[in-house]
């Protein structure tokens, strides 16, 4: 009767390269995310396109003439 050695030595090499080729594959997808981010059209420290040139504190009102003229038409 021959006892059947199980193949640790193997089996534990084989589950560390799967290890390291999963840990490349995670470092190339964080260089391509970050490559993507620097590409952006917002990009590092430039400014969101949707919230350009507003400024701080209070708006213009859009409605400008109608609330002048409804202001108008009260005090009479």
């Known amino acids: 009767m021959a006892v ?3 193949r640790p030595t193997q089996n534990k090499r084989a589950r ?5 080729e999963k840990q490349q594959q995670k470092a ?3 260089q391509q995310v970050k490559a993507d981010k620097a590409n952006s059209p917002r990009g590092a420290g430039n400014e969101d396109p ?3 040139g507003i400024v701080p504190g209070p ?4 409605w400008g003439d109608e609330t002048e003229a409804t202001e108008t038409e ?3």
């Open 50 to 52: 949707d919230i350009a």
């Open 4 to 6: 059947q050695k199980s």
């Open 28 to 30: 190339a997808r964080r």
């Open 74 to 76: 009260e005090e009479k």
């Open 16 to 20: 560390e390269r799967a290890r390291q």
């Open 59 to 62: 708006q213009a009102n859009p």
